[in-house]
Protein backbone atom coordinates (compact mmCIF):
# COMPACT_ATOMS: atom_id res chain seq x y z
CA UNK A 1 0.00 0.00 0.00
CA UNK A 2 1.61 3.20 -0.84
CA UNK A 3 0.37 5.28 2.18
CA UNK A 4 2.33 2.76 4.10
CA UNK A 5 5.38 3.13 2.17
CA UNK A 6 5.20 7.22 2.02
CA UNK A 7 4.38 7.50 5.53
CA UNK A 8 4.59 4.61 7.93
CA UNK A 9 1.11 4.93 8.93
CA UNK A 10 -2.13 3.00 7.80
CA UNK A 11 -4.45 5.94 7.61
CA UNK A 12 -7.40 3.56 6.64
CA UNK A 13 -7.61 2.91 10.76
CA UNK A 14 -7.92 6.46 11.81
CA UNK A 15 -10.59 8.70 11.39
CA UNK A 16 -10.86 12.04 9.29
CA UNK A 17 -10.71 13.70 12.68
CA UNK A 18 -7.73 11.89 14.05
CA UNK A 19 -5.82 12.45 10.83
CA UNK A 20 -6.37 16.03 11.48
CA UNK A 21 -5.08 15.98 14.57
CA UNK A 22 -2.14 14.56 13.42
CA UNK A 23 -1.10 17.45 11.51
CA UNK A 24 -2.11 19.93 14.08
CA UNK A 25 -0.21 18.43 16.68
CA UNK A 26 3.14 18.75 14.71
CA UNK A 27 2.47 22.27 14.79
CA UNK A 28 4.09 22.01 18.10
CA UNK A 29 6.99 20.29 17.50
CA UNK A 30 7.39 21.87 13.83
CA UNK A 31 6.02 25.60 14.07
CA UNK A 32 5.37 26.82 10.46
CA UNK A 33 7.02 30.21 10.92
CA UNK A 34 9.94 27.54 11.59
CA UNK A 35 9.96 27.29 7.67
CA UNK A 36 11.57 30.73 7.03
CA UNK A 37 14.89 29.54 8.02
CA UNK A 38 17.08 28.87 6.09
CA UNK A 39 20.92 29.19 7.22
CA UNK A 40 23.70 27.02 5.67
CA UNK A 41 25.70 25.52 7.82
CA UNK A 42 29.37 26.29 8.31
CA UNK A 43 30.97 23.02 6.59
CA UNK A 44 28.52 23.25 3.66
CA UNK A 45 29.65 21.28 1.21
CA UNK A 46 30.93 23.29 -2.08
CA UNK A 47 27.93 23.48 -4.33
CA UNK A 48 30.35 22.72 -7.30
CA UNK A 49 32.52 19.68 -5.67
CA UNK A 50 28.55 17.85 -5.81
CA UNK A 51 27.78 18.80 -9.59
CA UNK A 52 31.39 17.71 -10.62
CA UNK A 53 30.35 14.47 -8.54
CA UNK A 54 27.37 14.51 -10.62
CA UNK A 55 29.32 14.62 -14.05
CA UNK A 56 31.69 11.88 -13.07
CA UNK A 57 29.01 9.43 -14.36
CA UNK A 58 27.67 11.35 -17.64
CA UNK A 59 28.81 10.81 -20.85
CA UNK A 60 32.52 13.44 -20.63
CA UNK A 61 32.19 15.02 -24.02
CA UNK A 62 28.74 16.74 -23.37
CA UNK A 63 29.30 17.94 -19.46
CA UNK A 64 31.04 20.98 -20.47
CA UNK A 65 27.64 22.23 -22.25
CA UNK A 66 26.30 21.23 -18.77
CA UNK A 67 28.73 23.54 -17.05
CA UNK A 68 27.91 26.42 -20.02
CA UNK A 69 23.97 26.27 -19.97
CA UNK A 70 24.41 26.52 -16.12
CA UNK A 71 26.64 29.46 -16.00
CA UNK A 72 24.23 31.54 -18.10
CA UNK A 73 22.35 33.17 -15.14
CA UNK A 74 21.35 31.95 -11.88
CA UNK A 75 18.21 30.44 -12.96
CA UNK A 76 19.73 28.32 -15.52
CA UNK A 77 21.72 27.53 -12.43
CA UNK A 78 19.00 26.46 -10.73
CA UNK A 79 17.32 24.22 -12.95
CA UNK A 80 20.56 22.05 -12.76
CA UNK A 81 21.21 22.30 -8.65
CA UNK A 82 18.22 20.09 -7.93
CA UNK A 83 21.24 17.96 -5.49
CA UNK A 84 22.59 21.28 -4.51
CA UNK A 85 19.12 22.23 -2.71
CA UNK A 86 18.51 18.64 -1.97
CA UNK A 87 21.34 18.59 0.51
CA UNK A 88 20.63 22.09 1.67
CA UNK A 89 16.65 21.23 2.63
CA UNK A 90 17.86 18.26 4.02
CA UNK A 91 19.06 20.61 6.97
CA UNK A 92 15.61 22.18 6.98
CA UNK A 93 12.60 22.32 9.17
CA UNK A 94 9.94 19.26 7.91
CA UNK A 95 6.53 18.18 9.72
CA UNK A 96 7.17 14.65 9.17
CA UNK A 97 4.30 13.82 6.63
CA UNK A 98 5.73 12.38 3.31
CA UNK A 99 4.29 12.53 0.10
CA UNK A 100 5.84 11.65 -3.93
CA UNK A 101 7.77 14.21 -4.05
CA UNK A 102 8.36 15.39 -7.57
CA UNK A 103 12.31 16.53 -6.12
CA UNK A 104 12.40 19.38 -8.77
CA UNK A 105 9.29 21.52 -8.42
CA UNK A 106 11.07 24.65 -10.41
CA UNK A 107 8.30 27.07 -12.00
CA UNK A 108 9.54 25.70 -15.60
CA UNK A 109 8.45 22.09 -14.30
CA UNK A 110 4.65 23.03 -14.89
CA UNK A 111 3.42 23.37 -18.51
CA UNK A 112 0.92 22.54 -20.50
CA UNK A 113 0.53 18.53 -22.02
CA UNK A 114 -1.64 16.43 -23.86
CA UNK A 115 -3.88 13.59 -22.05
CA UNK A 116 -4.83 10.63 -23.99
CA UNK A 117 -7.80 11.75 -24.48
CA UNK A 118 -6.46 14.21 -26.47
CA UNK A 119 -7.23 17.30 -24.35
CA UNK A 120 -4.73 19.61 -22.92
CA UNK A 121 -3.86 19.35 -19.62
CA UNK A 122 -1.61 21.52 -16.96
CA UNK A 123 0.94 19.45 -14.96
CA UNK A 124 3.93 18.43 -13.65
CA UNK A 125 6.53 17.49 -16.17
CA UNK A 126 10.09 16.17 -15.33
CA UNK A 127 10.44 13.26 -12.89
CA UNK A 128 13.75 12.24 -12.80
CA UNK A 129 14.25 13.23 -9.29
CA UNK A 130 10.87 11.57 -7.63
CA UNK A 131 10.82 9.85 -4.13
CA UNK A 132 8.67 9.72 -1.28
CA UNK A 133 9.60 12.92 0.98
CA UNK A 134 8.80 15.51 2.82
CA UNK A 135 6.01 17.53 1.17
CA UNK A 136 7.55 21.03 2.63
CA UNK A 137 10.69 20.21 -0.12
CA UNK A 138 8.55 20.57 -3.42
CA UNK A 139 6.83 23.60 -2.06
CA UNK A 140 10.20 25.43 -1.25
CA UNK A 141 11.77 24.57 -4.68
CA UNK A 142 9.41 26.40 -6.14
CA UNK A 143 8.71 29.13 -4.18
CA UNK A 144 12.39 29.80 -4.73
CA UNK A 145 11.94 29.53 -8.31
CA UNK A 146 9.51 32.07 -8.74
CA UNK A 147 12.15 34.37 -6.61
CA UNK A 148 15.00 33.93 -8.93
CA UNK A 149 12.57 34.06 -12.01
CA UNK A 150 11.36 37.48 -10.41
CA UNK A 151 14.59 38.85 -9.86
CA UNK A 152 15.67 38.28 -13.29
CA UNK A 153 12.86 40.29 -14.65
CA UNK A 154 13.90 42.79 -12.41
CA UNK A 155 10.54 42.52 -10.14
CA UNK A 156 10.71 43.98 -6.58
CA UNK A 157 10.76 42.85 -3.42
CA UNK A 158 7.16 43.45 -3.11
CA UNK A 159 6.30 42.23 -6.05
CA UNK A 160 8.16 38.86 -5.28
CA UNK A 161 6.62 38.44 -2.13
CA UNK A 162 3.29 38.90 -3.90
CA UNK A 163 4.24 35.81 -6.03
CA UNK A 164 5.58 33.81 -3.68
CA UNK A 165 2.74 34.46 -1.10
CA UNK A 166 -0.06 33.35 -4.24
CA UNK A 167 1.68 30.26 -5.22
CA UNK A 168 1.70 28.93 -1.72
CA UNK A 169 -1.60 30.10 -0.75
CA UNK A 170 -3.08 28.21 -3.83
CA UNK A 171 -1.41 25.06 -2.75
CA UNK A 172 -2.83 25.27 1.14
CA UNK A 173 -6.08 26.08 0.04
CA UNK A 174 -6.02 23.42 -2.54
CA UNK A 175 -4.85 21.04 -0.15
CA UNK A 176 -7.66 22.17 2.22
CA UNK A 177 -10.51 21.52 0.02
CA UNK A 178 -8.73 18.10 -1.43
CA UNK A 179 -9.00 17.11 2.45
CA UNK A 180 -12.72 17.40 2.65
CA UNK A 181 -12.87 15.10 -0.72
CA UNK A 182 -13.15 11.50 -0.89
CA UNK A 183 -10.63 9.19 -2.47
CA UNK A 184 -12.26 9.14 -5.92
CA UNK A 185 -12.77 12.63 -6.23
CA UNK A 186 -8.98 13.32 -5.48
CA UNK A 187 -7.90 11.03 -7.90
CA UNK A 188 -10.20 12.44 -10.45
CA UNK A 189 -9.12 15.97 -10.25
CA UNK A 190 -7.29 17.30 -13.05
CA UNK A 191 -6.71 20.60 -14.78
CA UNK A 192 -8.47 20.80 -17.91
CA UNK A 193 -7.26 23.82 -19.99
CA UNK A 194 -10.87 23.99 -21.00
CA UNK A 195 -12.36 24.33 -17.97
CA UNK A 196 -9.48 26.84 -16.11
CA UNK A 197 -10.00 29.23 -19.32
CA UNK A 198 -13.42 29.82 -17.50
CA UNK A 199 -11.84 29.32 -13.98
CA UNK A 200 -9.56 32.70 -14.99
CA UNK A 201 -11.18 34.54 -17.53
CA UNK A 202 -12.60 37.19 -15.18
CA UNK A 203 -9.22 37.48 -13.94
CA UNK A 204 -7.62 38.62 -17.59
CA UNK A 205 -7.45 41.35 -19.39
CA UNK A 206 -8.25 41.03 -23.41
CA UNK A 207 -4.74 40.89 -24.42
CA UNK A 208 -4.15 38.22 -21.52
CA UNK A 209 -6.87 35.96 -22.87
CA UNK A 210 -5.19 36.18 -26.77
CA UNK A 211 -2.49 35.23 -25.63
CA UNK A 212 -3.50 32.23 -23.35
CA UNK A 213 -5.61 31.22 -26.72
CA UNK A 214 -2.00 31.70 -28.15
CA UNK A 215 -0.34 29.28 -25.85
CA UNK A 216 -2.40 26.99 -26.33
CA UNK A 217 -2.42 26.80 -30.30
CA UNK A 218 1.20 26.44 -29.56
CA UNK A 219 1.15 23.76 -27.55
CA UNK A 220 -1.25 21.85 -29.62
CA UNK A 221 1.18 22.26 -32.76
CA UNK A 222 4.16 20.91 -30.61
CA UNK A 223 3.65 17.12 -31.54
CA UNK A 224 5.29 14.57 -33.10
CA UNK A 225 4.17 15.51 -36.73
CA UNK A 226 6.12 18.94 -35.74
CA UNK A 227 9.32 16.99 -34.28
CA UNK A 228 9.02 14.58 -37.44
CA UNK A 229 9.39 17.68 -39.82
CA UNK A 230 12.18 19.29 -37.54
CA UNK A 231 14.21 16.43 -36.83
CA UNK A 232 14.12 14.45 -39.88
CA UNK A 233 15.05 14.39 -43.50
CA UNK A 234 15.24 12.34 -45.87
CA UNK A 235 18.45 10.38 -47.08
CA UNK A 236 18.86 8.19 -49.89
CA UNK A 237 14.91 7.75 -50.13
CA UNK A 238 15.04 6.56 -46.22
CA UNK A 239 13.36 8.94 -43.48
CA UNK A 240 16.55 9.18 -41.20
CA UNK A 241 17.23 11.79 -38.03
CA UNK A 242 18.91 15.35 -38.94
CA UNK A 243 22.22 15.72 -37.06
CA UNK A 244 22.97 18.99 -35.29
CA UNK A 245 25.96 18.19 -33.27
CA UNK A 246 26.92 18.33 -30.63
CA UNK A 247 23.56 18.56 -29.30
CA UNK A 248 22.07 15.97 -31.97
CA UNK A 249 23.99 13.33 -33.29
CA UNK A 250 23.14 10.07 -34.90
CA UNK A 251 24.25 6.98 -33.46
CA UNK A 252 26.37 5.84 -36.79
CA UNK A 253 28.30 8.48 -36.43
CA UNK A 254 28.97 8.19 -32.78
CA UNK A 255 30.61 4.34 -33.08
CA UNK A 256 31.93 2.16 -35.55
CA UNK A 257 30.17 -0.21 -37.79
CA UNK A 258 30.57 -3.28 -35.88
CA UNK A 259 30.19 -1.51 -32.29
CA UNK A 260 26.92 0.97 -33.69
CA UNK A 261 25.46 -2.69 -35.53
CA UNK A 262 25.42 -4.15 -31.60
CA UNK A 263 23.93 -0.92 -29.98
CA UNK A 264 21.64 -0.61 -33.05
CA UNK A 265 20.61 -4.47 -31.87
CA UNK A 266 20.52 -3.44 -28.40
CA UNK A 267 18.31 -0.56 -27.91
CA UNK A 268 15.94 -2.62 -30.39
CA UNK A 269 15.24 -5.16 -27.72
CA UNK A 270 15.30 -2.76 -25.46
CA UNK A 271 11.77 -1.05 -27.19
CA UNK A 272 10.67 -4.66 -27.45
CA UNK A 273 11.42 -5.39 -23.23
CA UNK A 274 9.93 -1.80 -22.62
CA UNK A 275 6.76 -2.58 -23.95
CA UNK A 276 5.96 -5.40 -21.36
CA UNK A 277 6.18 -2.17 -19.13
CA UNK A 278 3.24 -0.91 -21.22
CA UNK A 279 -0.73 -1.69 -20.51
CA UNK A 280 -1.60 -4.33 -23.04
CA UNK A 281 -3.74 -2.51 -25.58
CA UNK A 282 -0.93 0.52 -25.85
CA UNK A 283 1.89 -2.81 -26.30
CA UNK A 284 -0.10 -3.81 -29.04
CA UNK A 285 -0.13 -0.38 -30.71
CA UNK A 286 3.74 0.26 -30.55
CA UNK A 287 4.49 -2.69 -32.02
CA UNK A 288 3.07 -2.02 -35.22
CA UNK A 289 6.11 0.57 -35.23
CA UNK A 290 9.04 -0.21 -36.86
CA UNK A 291 12.92 1.25 -35.73
CA UNK A 292 13.88 3.29 -38.88
CA UNK A 293 17.24 5.31 -36.47
CA UNK A 294 18.50 6.70 -33.03
CA UNK A 295 20.43 9.56 -31.96
CA UNK A 296 21.60 10.61 -29.28
CA UNK A 297 19.87 14.07 -27.60
CA UNK A 298 21.13 16.69 -24.82
CA UNK A 299 18.64 17.48 -23.32
CA UNK A 300 17.49 20.36 -20.54
CA UNK A 301 19.96 21.79 -18.35
CA UNK A 302 20.44 19.24 -14.96
CA UNK A 303 19.92 16.85 -17.75
CA UNK A 304 22.82 17.35 -20.00
CA UNK A 305 25.25 14.59 -19.86
CA UNK A 306 22.99 11.71 -19.35
CA UNK A 307 22.21 9.28 -21.86
CA UNK A 308 19.67 10.24 -23.66
CA UNK A 309 18.24 8.49 -27.20
CA UNK A 310 16.13 9.48 -29.46
CA UNK A 311 14.24 6.71 -31.33
CA UNK A 312 12.66 7.13 -34.92
CA UNK A 313 9.32 4.53 -35.72
CA UNK A 314 7.44 4.86 -38.44
CA UNK A 315 4.17 3.03 -38.64
CA UNK A 316 2.04 2.47 -42.11
CA UNK A 317 4.70 4.55 -44.13
CA UNK A 318 7.15 7.24 -44.24
CA UNK A 319 4.69 9.63 -42.83
CA UNK A 320 3.51 7.87 -39.71
CA UNK A 321 6.21 8.57 -37.64
CA UNK A 322 6.59 7.94 -33.40
CA UNK A 323 9.35 9.69 -31.70
CA UNK A 324 10.10 7.98 -28.36
CA UNK A 325 12.40 9.27 -26.03
CA UNK A 326 15.05 7.01 -23.60
CA UNK A 327 16.45 8.83 -20.86
CA UNK A 328 18.83 7.77 -18.51
CA UNK A 329 17.37 7.28 -15.17
CA UNK A 330 20.02 7.34 -12.19
CA UNK A 331 19.60 7.91 -8.45
CA UNK A 332 17.14 10.88 -7.26
CA UNK A 333 19.19 13.53 -5.33
CA UNK A 334 17.16 12.67 -2.79
CA UNK A 335 17.81 9.41 -1.92
CA UNK A 336 20.62 10.52 0.43
CA UNK A 337 18.48 12.16 2.52
CA UNK A 338 14.79 10.21 2.66
CA UNK A 339 16.37 6.58 1.65
CA UNK A 340 16.50 4.73 -1.56
CA UNK A 341 13.74 3.47 -4.01
CA UNK A 342 11.86 0.87 -3.40
CA UNK A 343 12.11 -0.23 -7.19
CA UNK A 344 14.13 -2.73 -8.65
CA UNK A 345 15.49 -0.04 -11.12
CA UNK A 346 15.47 3.90 -11.03
CA UNK A 347 13.54 3.30 -14.48
CA UNK A 348 11.05 2.08 -13.16
CA UNK A 349 10.85 4.47 -9.92
CA UNK A 350 10.80 7.69 -12.27
CA UNK A 351 7.90 5.81 -14.60
CA UNK A 352 6.43 4.71 -11.14
CA UNK A 353 6.15 8.63 -9.28
CA UNK A 354 5.29 10.36 -12.45
CA UNK A 355 2.00 7.80 -12.77
CA UNK A 356 1.21 8.56 -9.40
CA UNK A 357 1.94 12.80 -9.62
CA UNK A 358 0.49 13.12 -12.71
CA UNK A 359 -3.27 13.60 -13.23
CA UNK A 360 -2.98 11.71 -16.33
CA UNK A 361 0.35 10.75 -18.08
CA UNK A 362 2.05 9.86 -21.63
CA UNK A 363 0.60 6.44 -23.30
CA UNK A 364 3.81 5.10 -24.14
CA UNK A 365 6.10 5.93 -20.64
CA UNK A 366 7.57 3.21 -19.93
CA UNK A 367 10.79 1.67 -18.41
CA UNK A 368 13.58 -1.04 -18.67
CA UNK A 369 17.21 -2.08 -18.16
CA UNK A 370 19.77 -2.02 -20.32
CA UNK A 371 23.88 -3.05 -21.12
CA UNK A 372 25.57 -0.52 -22.73
CA UNK A 373 29.14 -0.88 -24.90
CA UNK A 374 31.02 -0.66 -22.09
CA UNK A 375 29.51 -3.48 -20.26
CA UNK A 376 27.78 -1.13 -17.57
CA UNK A 377 24.01 -1.98 -16.95
CA UNK A 378 21.93 1.74 -16.86
CA UNK A 379 18.21 2.54 -16.02
CA UNK A 380 16.56 4.49 -18.62
CA UNK A 381 13.19 5.60 -18.56
CA UNK A 382 10.91 5.67 -22.07
CA UNK A 383 8.07 8.28 -23.50
CA UNK A 384 7.18 10.19 -26.38
CA UNK A 385 9.65 12.85 -27.14
CA UNK A 386 7.04 15.08 -27.63
CA UNK A 387 2.85 15.45 -27.33
CA UNK A 388 1.44 18.68 -26.68
CA UNK A 389 3.79 20.69 -25.13
CA UNK A 390 3.17 23.80 -24.06
CA UNK A 391 6.06 25.57 -21.79
CA UNK A 392 6.19 28.82 -19.57
CA UNK A 393 8.80 31.89 -20.71
CA UNK A 394 9.42 33.20 -17.29
CA UNK A 395 11.14 36.17 -18.84
CA UNK A 396 8.07 37.38 -20.45
CA UNK A 397 5.93 37.68 -17.20
CA UNK A 398 4.89 40.46 -15.81
CA UNK A 399 4.62 39.95 -12.00
CA UNK A 400 0.79 39.59 -11.94
CA UNK A 401 0.77 36.55 -14.91
CA UNK A 402 3.60 35.32 -13.14
CA UNK A 403 1.28 35.30 -9.75
CA UNK A 404 -1.81 33.88 -11.97
CA UNK A 405 1.16 31.14 -13.29
CA UNK A 406 1.93 30.21 -9.52
CA UNK A 407 -1.64 29.65 -8.50
CA UNK A 408 -1.71 27.61 -10.89
CA UNK A 409 1.06 25.69 -10.16
CA UNK A 410 0.40 25.53 -6.48
CA UNK A 411 -2.57 23.99 -6.78
CA UNK A 412 -1.05 21.21 -9.71
CA UNK A 413 1.35 20.25 -6.67
CA UNK A 414 -1.31 20.30 -4.09
CA UNK A 415 -3.32 17.58 -5.97
CA UNK A 416 -0.33 15.77 -6.63
CA UNK A 417 0.54 15.57 -3.44
CA UNK A 418 -2.74 15.22 -2.05
CA UNK A 419 -2.83 11.58 -4.20
CA UNK A 420 -0.04 10.28 -2.15
CA UNK A 421 0.34 11.36 1.13
CA UNK A 422 -2.00 12.31 4.09
CA UNK A 423 -4.00 15.35 2.76
CA UNK A 424 -6.11 15.89 5.64
CA UNK A 425 -2.98 15.92 8.24
CA UNK A 426 -1.34 17.87 5.54
CA UNK A 427 -4.10 20.66 5.17
CA UNK A 428 -4.73 21.08 9.29
CA UNK A 429 -0.88 21.46 9.14
CA UNK A 430 -1.09 24.03 7.25
CA UNK A 431 -4.29 26.02 8.59
CA UNK A 432 -6.65 28.73 7.40
CA UNK A 433 -4.16 31.34 8.01
CA UNK A 434 -1.14 32.78 6.21
CA UNK A 435 1.78 31.86 8.59
CA UNK A 436 3.44 28.86 6.08
CA UNK A 437 2.76 31.37 3.29
CA UNK A 438 4.92 34.35 5.20
CA UNK A 439 7.62 31.79 6.10
CA UNK A 440 8.10 30.30 2.37
CA UNK A 441 8.26 34.38 0.81
CA UNK A 442 11.27 34.54 3.51
CA UNK A 443 12.80 31.33 3.17
CA UNK A 444 12.61 31.97 -0.87
CA UNK A 445 14.14 35.30 -0.64
CA UNK A 446 16.85 33.50 1.36
CA UNK A 447 17.86 30.57 -0.52
CA UNK A 448 17.70 32.77 -3.56
CA UNK A 449 20.41 34.89 -2.28
CA UNK A 450 22.26 31.36 -1.77
CA UNK A 451 21.56 30.45 -5.40
CA UNK A 452 23.31 33.61 -6.46
CA UNK A 453 26.10 33.03 -4.61
CA UNK A 454 26.32 29.37 -5.91
CA UNK A 455 26.36 30.43 -9.09
CA UNK A 456 28.83 32.87 -8.96
CA UNK A 457 31.10 30.12 -7.44
CA UNK A 458 30.28 27.98 -10.58
CA UNK A 459 31.18 30.96 -12.86
CA UNK A 460 34.69 31.26 -10.68
CA UNK A 461 34.98 27.84 -11.12
CA UNK A 462 34.88 28.08 -15.22
CA UNK A 463 37.39 30.67 -15.01
CA UNK A 464 39.62 29.40 -13.25
CA UNK A 465 39.48 26.46 -15.34
CA UNK A 466 38.49 23.80 -12.60
CA UNK A 467 35.83 23.08 -14.61
CA UNK A 468 35.58 23.09 -18.58
CA UNK A 469 32.47 24.98 -20.05
CA UNK A 470 30.95 25.14 -23.60
CA UNK A 471 28.51 27.76 -24.68
CA UNK A 472 25.38 26.04 -27.00
Known amino acids: MIENHLSGVDTRDLTPQERAARGKAARAD ?17 PVEIIEKQSATRVPELVPIRYGRMSEAPFRFYRG ?7 DLAETPRSG ?20 ER ?30 AGRANGFSAKERASVVRATVRSYRERMRAFAG ?53 VIDGRRRIAADPPLLVRLQDLLPDRERGDLEKEIGHLIERYGRTLQTDRRFLLEQYR ?69 TSDIFLGWERVQGMDGKRRDFYIRQLRDWKGIAVAENMSPKRMALFGRLCGATLARAHARSGDRIAIAAYLGGGDAFDRALVTFAELYADQNEKDHRALVDAIRAGRVPAEAT
Open 30 to 46: VPRSSHAEFMPPPKRTD
Open 81 to 87: AAAVMAA
Open 97 to 116: FRVQCCGDAHMLNFRLLASP
Open 119 to 148: HLMFDINDFDETLPGPWEWDVKRLSASFVI
Open 181 to 233: MGNLDVWYTRFDMDELRQQFAPMLSAGQRDRLAHTEKQARAHDTLQVFDKLTH
Open 291 to 359: LADIARKVVGVGSVGTRCWIILLLGKDDADPLFLQAKEADESVLAPYVGGSAFRTQGERVVAGQRLMQA
